[in-house]
């Protein structure tokens, strides 16, 4: 941390901060310049607090020099981090470190059939994780709400029938016993990432966590809040950028493919990208998506629906199922340029019917 | 709802929409412009979705004539509401149409004899209900996250003490119960603004709810969160805004002081003004809090601590007792200008320690 | 400036980096803490560039101390700045330093009739200065785009008969010498606040200008266009914070209010606040005034017509005489809480007709 | 154009506002709803303004059911539109319609032989065309401003050299004249894409202009401000993205790769990516630069620097000549997954150095 005092800071303040700082046990560096004094704290930064030093009279600015997280960082853990995710029927789905995956499925589980169509439609595409909502967090309280844990049955037994794991969202602490009987993978929605309770709570279960990027959160918060699911021993967490609050109207949110390189640098966790929710626009999914790969995401998650204009929710933004096979048949182009490969659950024994579908199309 | 087909959408497609319109129970009119044809929805807007209106081919856009929220709305209910809130020792503490409140405090309860100090303060300094943090939400794990339940207790008591109402964040389902027994108004924070089913859980009690304006939220978003908690049956919501996340660094956030006057165009519900979140800087809290009053606002809720160097959370941002109280004689002044006042707890019995000091000050 | 190193820079090319910082004059001051190697360069910072300093490899951050503003900072120039523009038939009318400036007008200056009797009313209900744009610079290239030299004309006979000095907007640098020759302060809308050869142009006049900040400028961007202008001479530069874009659309712009304060912090700079091109909307133009002049605004810039439906530009936002004379009072009455006073044109000579009217009103 | 009237207008209120906008040769096509009532505007949008309907009393909002620009739409011109830029020596470079185009150069012309050097290598690596300032936008009227008309005569003596046509940035209606003497492209800057005359005179120039956006224009303002150049008769704009101004500050701008098939959507103007000045940092440059092409984007624009420490602006974010070339090649692959290519300039007489040069790395 560097400590920067006003102009004109006499020699008795600046002693007292030293003192201060000294105090907690770390060195204070002093280097005098023309216009200012600065302080260098050398040391475990976590010791003493930033807007502690800030609310000390005489003190400009404090810079910290290391980053705010720990486990998420690059620095704390050099190599990339591949999660892998347990397949029904056997086998394995990998996301991060060159493991590529396409999660897929409907915006909420709306009925049995519905949710078992498509995911056969979907695995036959080459998607490799079925994703559905049973809680869903609607902007108005006269919204369609979800179908609670029956929704959640119908997924796991979609996701089992044609062996692929399952993600769905969590959004209240007193769910996620419940979740967790039936999902593979927490989903945190952008509108719970700084439900830091819930985080904890997720963070205490060993199943995998996709962390949304809330719409106001900087990529710095956002690992801060993976952080948070990390410090309780999980440390099997996926990011998944959804899209930023900007100015521009045109598109519901900006998607930041930026963060996609940036999180790489910054931090060992695998970064997904989620175009549906960002765009809202079915019409503008698969150039984001196809986007999203060449930028260096582990994955993508979009949104499948067989009839979207009949859709309970978000139907402007689902895919056909059509579109998404040849959206797939293109990033799996794109993925080869970097010698990049999208993850299929593997089968130890064979599964008749969901090979016999996805033979041609993969 | 006014629906916009794309240019050269030809008979069959506009029958077609329209009948699926009509299907819903609501009339169609049709508009054939010279490069649009425009279908005007009559009826009421509830009954057919904007998304599923989307999701039919043909359809461009769809323009929504009505708000989204009805019980927040002001052409539901056009008077101002007022909120009482019942004062410890008797009397009440009234917010919004013309009764202005003065909210302060610590940002964390510290200790017992802090949040007792304070209080004393700046109840002699003007302020009419006591605030302080049991549950913090801390952006990162390892920052003090609150003493949770006894905190509560040591506020309950120095609100008694000094007969004030007492306000305090709730951030889980899990702890509405226990801070219900405690508290007199909820605080939802910026961070759960969007987390729904904490605004049911608050909505099924009957105390008074401050509701933070989210840091991404648009206008119409926040009073769909007040409609989440109205709709429960608690009428008795506060708008607050806190700032909003734009591109500008110099402050935390940027106080959008225009949502005072455009809620209340369309909202009855009051709103107050937090300027110590929205700036995290104590020198600049005051302008913020008179621009607060002179736009509108029907209250200020600002940090205080006698010891900001000291501070466990937020030091940087708390005024002295001192400045708090100076800066409450000017808001009363410009309060004045537009003939409006401050509340203050009216007390049924004397309470001679808190009057003793009080009554110079005031 | 502060050099902070990479992780892991071995001892060559810590040397090698002082080494360069020391070429250019400065001292290089290294710490070495646990995790950081950090050097400190004493000096004037002017000499060694930020950005040069990014490109050496081995460097991660560089953090800069001083402001890169000099002219424009109150740390140069302690005391505030008051302009002093003169005023036709005699006087000047002051803005900053405690003293407060109406200045209103329509939009566009239409014809001259329509000129002349904003003029006459603005004036009668208490404003110092006249706005009324010749160039007007609109998104569209079909919209109105300003009478010219001729609205020039007419702007500088309604100032003279009404004794108020004027204020119109200079969009390009072949028109700083026309606009010249009739205006008193030189206007520099948003759109061309880094337009940075205009800047030039008018800096090198001895003409005040009133530098409204762009859309998208941090503070910190419009204290450097500010700089602009001063380096070459005009120490005459009010700033004018008119909105920023943020996600909100409720209102066209984003008022940031709190730029008043934070401006008045770093610089002596008088700011004034422009609440009718901000919100767009007639409605909330007072409530935003209001809160500009409590939050500390040396002035205010506001729009008047007297016929808005028939406004050739921005009739939705322009207030009819009345209200502005209502507003005025109400504005009048908060500059009074913080002892400042509204400037009026202080003619040498009586002059009848603005006079007679002036005089119940003010 | 379709105006909502507030709740409870009356008749008299509705008939005069239909006679007002009947009075200017459109139809008005009245809807009674149950909350509402609706008018809808027949004719040619243009002929009633949005501002004046707004400004009528009684009048809620109006909405447009028109692009505001024309001649940039999709709709005007239903192509896609290719810009041909004739290339020193013979032949043309394409851009648009499936032909891609690497722009590449220096930020600064810094001296002659800087340039040269700098167009070889990028021509060698497989760039099209050569950019490079002479004038350029600073912050700081501090920093070092460009060299000006001689730099313009390096750029051109380095593009006729290589055979590439260069690109260059006029920021001033005074240069606009002289640039064009030079350049092959007119690049208008990020800061002056609201310049409105400085449009208007590039419009009336017959060279291809490419047109930034913004870093505070929403999608439907950059394409008006195309309209002010097609509406002077020049044709030839290609829109580039940039990056707009968002509150993550990890990199400099946010880059919106979401506008590239928005731009495509909505106009036949062919759209490239800058991500060199987007990120602000090299590091981030391929990876934006590869989900540019796979989002569909015309071309690119990148700053190219064979000693970025040196650099006179911009150096943090140049790309060595190497890191150019690995990139190209990438690139090349992604567009063949689309069935695209990039343009080279073709000459029509053989260019002995270039080739021989440019053999083995093309």
Redesign the interface.
Known sequence: M?V?LK?GADERLVQDIVTQIEDTGLKA?L??????T?I?V???E?KVDK??L????GVE?V?P??K??KLASR?FHKENTTVHIPCPGGGTVSVGGGHLAAIAGPCACEDETMVHTIAREIKAAGAAILRGGAYK??????SF?GHGEEALKWLRDAGNENQMPIITEV????HVQTVEQYTDIFQIGA??M????L??EVGRTRKPVVLKR???A????WL?SA??IL?QGNRQVILCERG????????RY?????????VK?NSHLPVIVDPSH??GVR??VP??A???????ADGIMVEVHDN????M????Q?LLPETFKTMMR?LR??AG??DRTFSRAVSTAPAAPAVAMGAGAI
């Open positions: 560097i920067i102009p560096h280097s005098r310049g023309e216009f200012r600065v260098g050398v040391g475990e976590g807007e502690h800030l609310s000390i009279a600015q810079l020099i290391m705010p997280y620095e967090p609607r902007t108005s309280p006269y709400q959004m209240d602490t007193r509108r719970n700084q439900n830091f309770n985080l904890f809330g719409m106001a900087s990529i710095q918060e801060m952080e948070y410090s930023i609050k900007t100015f521009e109207t045109a598109l900006t998607l930041d493919l930026s963060a996609v390189p940036v640098s960002a765009s019409e503008f150039a984001l196809y986007a999203a790969i060449a930028a260096g979207p204009s009949q859709a929710c978000d139907g402007p689902a293109d182009a794109i340029v970097f």
